[in-house]
């Protein structure tokens, strides 16, 4: 099933696509196939054996975790144009998290077996998909250090930002909200009625829709 020109679209934007030569894109578009998921359905969990890497093209998926308690940790809500799956490309290990496709999901999947052909035929796919791996732990040191150094506010507001930047509604509950920023359910319903209050946001049954993203990050720059 070939990509649609909006799907492109959300590739080229990506900056990891973009810095790749135009030979290593079209390997990857050749190597490569649809995978449609639908609200609730999962893409692979924790444990599962390494089926190769995808990047989000359309849709949202929930990356979560169950802890040895018992309960659920969500740690992060993929958007178009992220990638995900590489880190057992590199350890041969299982997965290490779960994720599912919190609405009516579109991927682009490299299998293992065209992922091991492209490392084998030009070894410098190691270094791009190296560079793919650290711009993620770039991004989880970021993620550190806004918890370290922000606001309660600050830190829901700029994550508002980042998951309303394909489309305006989150599918997220007020509590998967407050878990993904290890905010208190209590914390996160007040800073969102206040939000409300302002007119920048919308809170109803299962997501939250922006409605003045421009004051929102405005309000995220403190």
Known sequence: ???????????????????????????????????????????????DAFCGIYVLLDG?????????????????LLTPGQWLGEIALFD??????????????VLWQIPKTALQQLVNTDPLWWQAFGQLLTSKLRQVFIELEDRAV????????????QLSLQQ????????????????SRQTTNQLLRQLVAQGLIQTQYGGITVLNRPALLKLAQG
């Open 150 to 161: 922000l606001s309660a506010e600050q830190r829901l507001v700029r994550r508002l930002c």
């Open 1 to 47: 099933m070939a990509l649609t020109r909006q799907e492109l679209a959300v590739l080229d934007a990506d900056p990891w696509f973009a810095a790749l030569s135009s030979q290593q894109q079209q390997q990857l578009l050749s190597f490569g196939r649809k995978r449609l998921l639908q609200g609730g359905q999962p893409l692979f969990s924790r444990g």
């Open 92 to 105: 041969h290990k299982p997965r290490t998290h779960d994720a599912a496709a919190l609405q009516d999901t």
């Open 168 to 183: 305006a509604a989150v599918p997220l509950q007020q509590e998967q909200l407050g878990q993904l920023l290890s905010l």
């Open 60 to 76: 949202q998926l929930l990356i979560s975790g169950l802890h040895q308690s018992g309960r659920q940790a969500l740690l992060t």
